[in-house]
């Protein structure tokens, strides 16, 4: 298939890469995993047992309504959590085989409906915000823009940081949950290329 260039020549790719079926319930479980791995997994709180504080029973069994032991019991403010949380890890297994099919999925889909959108280059030499809203202008994007190149040059990252919703990235930076996220993704003919040879 083709992908558009605008201002030059279309672009011949991988059919498999960039024309594929959508997976949605791949693409789901690669975007989650993906979240989840993202987690702290730190917290962490105390257990009744785990709780510092005299054990004594302070009241007598009977006779005084509800039967108690200790203060630390979770019913009490300041005791402790009945089902204490602990440092985990959220960390889900995904195999790279299905991780790159969940990505083709999602440039297939992108090309498909017309959110994703190749160019020569940037055309930013510049740290300049100006020059790139005008370059956005240009490409007629809007909203959640996700600027993909080849190896990203410090002027077009500085000139798109002033400007919201705007995210560059290189292709190693590439990640499910900024693609499923963008409502554009503009990508150089070279980014395409790599994205290509990568997922090939």
């Not at 105390?46 to 005299?54: A, I, K, N």
């Not at 009945?82 to 969940?102: D, M």
């Amino acid at each position: 298939m083709e992908l558009n260039v605008i201002g030059a020549k279309p672009l011949s790719v991988s059919d498999e890469v960039f024309g594929g079926e959508y997976k949605k319930a791949l693409v789901h479980q690669v975007v989650i995993a993906y979240q989840a791995a993202g987690r702290a997994g730190t917290q962490s709180q105390l257990s009744r047992g785990q709780m510092s504080g005299t054990t004594k029973k302070f009241k007598k069994q009977k006779g005084g309504g509800a039967r108690h032991g200790d203060y630390r019991a979770p019913i009490f403010v300041g005791g402790g959590r009945a089902f204490a949380a602990k440092p985990r890890s959220y960390e889900q297994k995904v195999n790279r085989k299905a991780y790159r099919v969940a990505i083709r999925s999602i440039f297939s889909e992108l090309a498909r409906q017309g959110r994703l959108k190749v160019v020569e280059s940037f055309g930013v030499e510049s740290p300049k915000t100006s020059l790139m809203v005008a370059k956005l202008a240009e490409l007629e994007v809007s909203g959640r823009v996700l600027l993909v190149s080849e190896d990203a040059s410090e002027a077009v990252f500085l000139a798109a940081r002033n400007i919201p919703y705007i995210h560059v990235l290189d292709v190693m930076g590439l990640n499910p949950v900024s693609l499923v996220g963008s409502d554009h993704v503009v990508m150089t003919v070279d980014a395409v290329k790599k994205v290509e040879e990568w997922l090939a």
